[in-house]
């Protein structure tokens, strides 16, 4: 059956291709909440998901309301409705639910329905739930990463250019390892132009942090402007559309806290395939509360990493390093950046340092432009901190900021109450108190570790810092710290060291 009626484009967010219909219109043409419908004129058209006004509350039974964002009609124009074919990858879906594994054509159709929106929340919940459970072949993981490069803004390079990056899986509090890693080697005359993300469920994502002193948002010509002036950048990939079908993925994961392996390393290599890199590095942390939980588990995905990356003309090699604890003391933009400024005038964290320094080493020796060796010197004679000054200028900031001023005002210090030494910090319970405590958003929020693990405290030292960006969220921070020990002090000395392996 198809009807006659007036669309209504109204004011929603939505990251579904939605379309409102009335009870009474849903009745007549036989559909229900979820189903597809076909909406056009003479000269054009467009499938929508449907969605029901019940009550006749929103809109009456002779209008359709589509959102501005999807909607390719005129206001109060007419349009005809009738129902319509899900599509074809809904039973893609359903093949993987079952537990068979996909081939690269129903891959390929999975992604390009992801990317038209033709697919619910739902319907991608469901895939990335059976992902999830059953697991993805390397053949389906290298089908994914390349289908969703194909989609999206991608960057171009002279062909002469050796273009790295480095990604880490996350997981861990602090680690703001990019901005150090960044300097180093493109002084080293390698051309790194690294984008990174906001924070999604850490206090503090690398773009979050660099926003503390410079723009993070730019286009792809402004960026290619820096990295032909400075040999890098450090700019939010959100700010592009680099591949987008992995954006609106993790838009569904991380509500339902999935992490499925085919789909990070997909998710990974993609983006970095779409912003040209040849050479890439992958540090992997493990531990208990890290994503990664063992060694072993490091190792396989390490070795995937490689796989898939030399299958879309990449050279990958994986760093798998202890994730016991925080790198580096701050965690926050602001206390991450002050770490940050402090390596690169040649003091620091000293595993933040070191963890920055093996790294860098590693992309210098896979181009053979170094060693560790190199990246140390490039670090000690001030070059890396000079390139620093030069990046963060052509992204329209300045180092004059005072980032102490910034920080929190309502301050709560956290004492030892006994003698002994450190024996186990809680990545997820600092994470959480930085959160509490207002960061990302309050870039001046998060927490500051005086001690570390293996430290020796007396009873009374100060072995915390919180820093919040009001009195109540101060309060959200302690209710958090009070319930979940972040800190474990012991008089018997069993610490595992936090290292580079």
Same mark, same amino acid.
């Given at each position: 059956?198809?009807?006659?009626?007036?669309?209504?484009?109204?004011?929603?967010?939505?990251?579904?291709?939605?379309?409102?219909?009335?009870?009474?219109?849903?009745?007549?043409?036989?559909?229900?909440?979820?189903?597809?419908?076909?909406?056009?004129?003479?000269?054009?058209?467009?499938?929508?998901?449907?969605?029901?006004?019940?009550?006749?509350?929103?809109?009456?039974?002779?209008?359709?309301?589509?959102?501005?964002?999807?909607?390719?009609? =005129?206001?109060?124009?007419?349009?005809?409705?009738?129902? +319509?074919?899900?599509?074809?990858?809904?039973?893609?879906?359903?093949?993987?639910?079952?537990?068979?594994?996909?081939?690269?054509?129903?891959?390929?159709?999975?992604?390009?329905?992801?990317?038209?929106?033709?697919?619910?929340?739902?319907?991608?919940?469901?895939?990335?739930?059976?992902?999830?459970?059953?697991?993805?072949?390397?053949?389906?993981?290298?089908?994914?990463?390349?289908?969703?490069?194909?989609?999206?803004?991608?960057?171009?390079?002279?062909?002469?250019?050796?273009?790295?990056?480095?990604?880490?899986?996350?997981?861990?509090?602090?680690?703001?390892? $990019?901005?150090?890693?960044?300097?180093?080697?493109?002084?080293?005359? %390698? *051309?790194?132009?690294?984008?990174?993300?906001?924070?999604?469920?850490?206090?503090?994502?690398?773009?979050?942090?660099?926003?503390?002193?410079?723009?993070?948002?730019?286009?792809?010509?402004?960026?290619?402007?820096?990295?032909?002036?400075?040999?890098?950048?450090?700019?939010?990939?959100?700010?592009?559309?680099?591949?987008?079908?992995?954006?609106? %993925?993790?838009?569904?994961?991380?509500?339902?806290?999935? @992490?499925?392996?085919?789909?990070?390393?997909?998710?990974?290599?993609?983006?970095?395939?779409?912003?040209?890199?040849?050479?890439?590095?992958?540090?992997?942390?493990?531990?208990?509360?890290?994503?990664?939980?063992?060694?072993?588990?490091?190792?396989? %995905?390490? =070795?995937? /990493? *490689?796989?898939?990356?030399?299958?879309?003309?990449?050279?990958?090699?994986?760093?798998?390093?202890?994730?016991?604890?925080?790198?580096?003391?701050?965690?926050?933009?602001?206390?991450?950046?002050?770490?940050?400024?402090?390596?690169?005038?040649?003091?620091?964290? =000293? @595993?933040?340092?070191?963890?920055?320094?093996?790294?860098?080493?590693?992309?210098?020796?896979?181009?053979? *432009?170094?060693?560790?060796? $190199?990246?140390?010197?490039?670090?000690?004679?001030? =070059?890396? /901190?000079?390139? /620093?000054?030069?990046?963060?200028?052509?992204?329209?900031?300045?180092?004059?900021?005072?980032?102490?001023?910034?920080?929190?005002?309502?301050?709560?210090?956290?004492?030892?109450?006994?003698?002994?030494?450190?024996?186990?910090?809680?990545?997820?319970?600092?994470?959480?108190?930085?959160?509490?405590?207002?960061?990302?958003?309050?870039?001046?929020?998060?927490?500051?570790?005086?001690?570390?693990?293996? @430290?020796?405290?007396?009873?009374?030292?100060?072995? /915390?810092?919180?820093?919040?960006?009001?009195?109540?969220?101060?309060?959200? +921070?302690?209710?958090?710290?009070?319930?979940?020990?972040?800190?474990?002090?012991?008089?018997?000395?069993?610490?595992?060291?936090?290292?580079?392996?």
């Amino acid at each position: 059956m198809v009807l006659e009626v007036n669309v209504k484009n109204i004011s929603l967010s939505t990251y579904e291709r939605i379309a409102i219909i009335s009870k009474d219109i849903a009745d007549k043409i036989n559909v229900r909440a979820g189903d597809r419908i076909k909406v056009r004129t003479n000269s054009k058209g467009e499938i929508y998901i449907v969605e029901i006004d019940e009550n006749n509350e929103f809109i009456d039974s002779s209008t359709i309301a589509i959102p501005k964002k999807y909607s390719i009609f =005129k206001d109060g124009e007419k349009v005809r409705i009738r129902t +319509a074919p899900h599509p074809k990858s809904k039973e893609v879906i359903k093949k993987k639910m079952q537990g068979f594994e996909l081939n690269h054509e129903e891959i390929r159709m999975f992604v390009e329905d992801v990317y038209r929106n033709r697919l619910s929340r739902v319907e991608i919940a469901s895939y990335l739930t059976s992902v999830q459970i059953n697991g993805m072949s390397i053949k389906e993981t290298i089908s994914l990463t390349k289908e969703m490069y194909k989609y999206g803004e991608t960057l171009s390079w002279p062909w002469h250019w050796k273009i790295v990056d480095k990604h880490s899986i996350g997981g861990i509090a602090g680690n703001r390892t $990019t901005p150090i890693i960044v300097s180093i080697v493109a002084s080293a005359g %390698l *051309k790194i132009p690294k984008t990174s993300s906001r924070s999604i469920t850490s206090p503090a994502g690398t773009a979050d942090t660099v926003e503390v002193l410079a723009n993070v948002e730019f286009s792809a010509e402004e960026i290619k402007r820096i990295v032909k002036k400075t040999n890098g950048c450090m700019v939010w990939g959100g700010a592009l559309d680099l591949a987008p079908v992995d954006d609106k %993925l993790i838009r569904v994961e991380k509500p339902l806290d999935l @992490d499925p392996e085919g789909q990070v390393i997909a998710s990974i290599l993609s983006k970095k395939k779409s912003v040209g890199s040849k050479y890439v590095l992958i540090d992997i942390p493990y531990g208990d509360e890290a994503k990664i939980t063992n060694f072993n588990k490091a190792k396989m %995905l390490a =070795k995937k /990493f *490689k796989i898939v990356g030399a299958h879309i003309g990449m050279v990958v090699e994986s760093i798998i390093t202890k994730g016991h604890e925080p790198i580096g003391n701050g965690v926050g933009p602001v206390l991450e950046m002050i770490d940050i400024l402090n390596v690169l005038y040649g003091k620091g964290p =000293k @595993d933040l340092r070191e963890k920055s320094l093996e790294m860098a080493g590693i992309i210098l020796e896979l181009t053979g *432009k170094g060693s560790y060796d $190199t990246a140390k010197e490039i670090l000690d004679r001030g =070059k890396a /901190f000079k390139k /620093f000054k030069e990046i963060i200028h052509e992204q329209n900031g300045s180092l004059a900021r005072d980032l102490y001023n910034m920080l929190g005002t309502y301050t709560y210090e956290v004492t030892a109450e006994q003698d002994g030494v450190v024996e186990r910090i809680s990545n997820n319970t600092i994470v959480e108190i930085a959160k509490r405590a207002g960061a990302p958003s309050f870039k001046g929020a998060g927490v500051y570790l005086y001690k570390k693990l293996g @430290d020796k405290v007396r009873k009374g030292d100060v072995i /915390f810092k919180i820093y919040a960006e009001s009195e109540r969220k101060l309060d959200y +921070a302690l209710e958090v710290m009070n319930e979940q020990k972040p800190y474990f002090i012991t008089k018997k000395k069993t610490y595992i060291l936090a290292e580079i392996i």
